[in-house]
């Protein structure tokens, strides 16, 4: 019987569970660091979702918190209505790190059939869709060279066609386009706005606040371990008063009129 | 290429624990030279030098040669330390790379990752373990009479030592933690556990401080396998490796299911 199907999301959005729900969560380092306390957060099913902040404020530890990759101090995560620590939330969840994290044992290929089989996938299911993704990410001259033999760009197209590879219906994005140069950065902006509209909820953490402006539907800031603004790019001008999300950001989460102060400087 | 719309499947129950199975093995099959020819080099060696060049000047040890005496104890420390390093190394590459993310991201529960990381070191060290028995038994004669009673302390072997491998690739800060514990403990352990001797000539108490070495029990069980005749009865040692085993696969399943220095 075939377990695969293709979803629709938005039909109902009143009625469908939100594609991620947070609820008080609060991670504490073993260092004493609390890099989240008591966060709320809810992005619904479709949406375009951007996460910014500074370094340090939460970020890769909220993420890792959905993804199962760090233990959680209190709180409760949801994923379309399915506990977190499922193994059926796992299941819809895709993840691109911040760092290429490439098993270096294996090749393009490899690694995208591996991938492929952890998530649950048949061989030839795998083998299928790991030549699609290869495709896909113009990787095909490199498909049985092994990972650390790739260059930075190439690593940062697998990352994400390993993310992409099961099919997921959330995709987290942590700083995607960090370090690749700018005719990758569009294309991979292509990728992920035709992604959005098949359906998947794209959760987006970036440092570029221009790619936020011009990808997401929703950004939340979040700092010191707190959402502490959201809105649509045009919602948070707004509120705030401002011409620009750069000014919005300076604002609530960069150290406010000190960081508003050089800004005006610098212009 | 257009992107394909996102699909809902429900999680294959086994599927993940399949493939980390097979890329586990992918990696010692890989790395082959390393991982299966070098052991067996060196055990061979060991057969060779102790055993067929000086074993005809050293006396029979409980009526048996003693380059057939020698054989169990090569085998077992051979099979006991390619499963402990083979885990170690690879979980320990996996956290330092980070590449384990993929892996504990995965829908696979703490059992099945724990057993996948398991089944690489356990089949580097069967291959090794049954590459040295079919070389070894012509080569020095020695027999195997309790083939159930081997095939059980080889499992028990592989499984105690390959947990104990995936501790320690948990617990490392650098590769010079492993092969810290390999060198200083469980080699020196397995040397005064009697691969090349009969601690019962010993004597008083270094029989007795023998029989407090946990990889006296391992030799033990396996030279049982193999000769039929050992120091101490089968069911002790089986049942030292056995609980010690239980022990350790223990521990290692509390890291993977807590991810207490798996993830922070």
Known sequence: MDQTATVTPGTDPAAAPPALSIRGLTKRYADGTLALEDLDLE????????????????????????????????????????????????????????????????????????HGGYYGMDGREASERAEQMIDAFDLRAKRDVEAPKLSGGMRRRLLLARALLHRPRLVILDEPTAG???????????????????????????????????????????????????????????????????EVYLKTVAGGRIAMDQLEEVE | MNPLPPVEVEPHP????????RRECHRVLKLWKQTILAPVISSLLFMIVFGLSLGDSI?????????????????AMAMAQSAYSNNSSTIFQARNDRYLDDILSAPMSAWQVHLGYLAGGAMRS???????????????????????????AVVLTIGGFGALGIIVGVYAQSWDNQSFINNI??????????VFYSVSRLGTPWEQISHLNPLFYVVEAVRYGFLGAADVSPWLSLGVVGAITFALLAWAQFLFSTGHRLKP
């Not at chain 1, 800031?221 to 959402?227: A, E, P």
Request: with cysteine.
């Open chain 2, 185 to 194: 403990v469980i080699l020196p352990l397995i040397f005064l556990g009697g």
């Open chain 2, 59 to 75: 006396a029979e040890i409980g009526g048996f040669e003693y380059r057939v005496f020698i054989v169990p104890g090569l085998i």
């Open chain 2, 14 to 21: 086994w599927r993940g624990l399949a493939w980390l199975t």
């Open chain 1, 43 to 114: 992005i619904p099913d479709g949406s375009f979702f951007g996460l910014l902040g500074p370094n340090g404020a939460g970020k890769t530890t909220l993420i890792g918190a959905v993804c199962n990759l760090i233990r959680v101090t209190g709180g409760e995560i949801s994923v379309f209505g399915r506990p977190g620590t499922g193994m059926a939330a796992r299941r819809m969840i895709g993840i691109a790190e911040q760092e290429p994290n490439l098993d270096k044992f294996l090749t393009v290929y490899e690694t995208l059939l591996y």
């Open chain 1, 180 to 246: 690749v140069d700018l005719e990758l950065r569009h294309e991979l902006w292509r990728y992920i706005r035709g992604l959005h509209e098949q359906g998947t909820t794209i959760l987006l953490t970036t440092h570029y606040l221009e790619e936020a402006e011009a990808l997401c539907d929703e950004i939340a800031l979040i700092s010191g371990g707190h959402i502490v603004a959201r809105d649509s790019a045009e919602g948070l001008k707004r509120s705030h008063g401002v011409e620009t999300l750069e």
């Open chain 2, 126 to 152: 069967l291959i090794i373990g049954v590459v040295l028995t079919a070389l070894a038994l012509p080569l020095t004669g020695a027999p195997l009479e309790m083939p159930l009673e081997l095939i059980v």
